[in-house]
T-cell receptor
Framework: DAGITQSPRHKVTETGTPVTLRCHQT?????MYWYRQDPGHGLRLIHY???????DKGEVSDGYSVSRSKTEDFLLTLESATSSQTSVYFC???????????FGPGTRLLVL | SQQGEEDPQALSIQEGENATMNCSYK?????LQWYRQNSGRGLVHLIL?????REKHSGRLRVTLDTSKKSSSLLITASRAADTASYFC????????????FGKGITLSVRP
């Protein structure tokens, strides 16, 4: 497995609370991605990063922010969680010179 | 919006049979990739085919790409119970910061 970990793996939170998910890699890959996976929608890109402090929006970025202060960590923050953000969140990484993405194990988030 | 659309949505076959899964897409691509996801796990890359390639093999996997029809197929030969998983096609664009767009996935069940 690629050296990607996600924390926490499971989280239950209440509507309106802030939530931060962490993706950590040991591969020194330049690109990092956050996706959400929902039944009937497949994987949808939330945000991605192409370097330290370099991030951009994906398809479903509303309600989410990200930060990348060092190569190995990419944080996804839900400023005020809503029930529609209940989902499974996956982090992925990619080396600069290839197109293949390597996925973390996922974080299952339930917003009550 | 989803770029890739897989067909069928679900497939059930007997062990030893071949499984064929299809993916159609809408816009020009640089490459098309297939990923597998076992229940409760992250996605695992299976195979990548570039837009200037027509067919590619990897073990029991055979992928074809028809850019004129904007479609791809993944064939798994001599299926095994361990092939039971969800399969996703993902299309990649051009450019340094190109992203993958995933389909909704196909659920494959291989009966022992």
């Amino acid at each position: 497995d690629a050296g990607i970990t996600q924390s926490p793996r499971h989280k239950v939170t209440e509507t309106g609370t802030p939530v931060t998910l962490r993706c950590h890699q040991t591969e020194n890959h330049r690109y990092m991605y956050w996706y959400r996976q929902d039944p009937g929608h497949g994987l949808r890109l939330i945000h991605y990063s192409y370097g330290v402090k370099d991030t951009d929006k994906g398809e479903v970025s509303d309600g989410y922010s990200v930060s990348r202060s060092k190569t190995e960590d990419f944080l996804l923050t839900l400023e005020s969680a809503t029930s529609s953000q209940t989902s499974v969140y996956f982090c992925a990484i990619r080396e600069d010179w290839e197109e293949t993405q390597y996925f973390g194990p996922g974080t299952r988030l339930l917003v009550l | 919006s989803q770029q890739g659309e897989e067909d069928p949505q679900a497939l059930s076959i007997q062990e030893g049979e071949n499984a064929t899964m299809n993916c159609s897409y809408k816009t020009s691509i640089n490459n098309l990739q297939w990923y597998r996801q076992n229940s409760g796990r992250g996605l695992v890359h299976l195979i990548l085919i570039r837009s200037n390639e027509r067919e590619k093999h990897s073990g029991r996997l055979r992928v074809t790409l028809d850019t004129s029809k904007k479609s791809s197929s993944l064939l798994i030969t001599a299926s095994r119970a361990a092939d039971t998983a969800s399969y996703f096609c993902a299309t990649g664009g051009t450019g340094a910061n190109s992203k993958l767009t995933f389909g909704k996935g196909i659920t494959l069940s291989v009966r022992p």
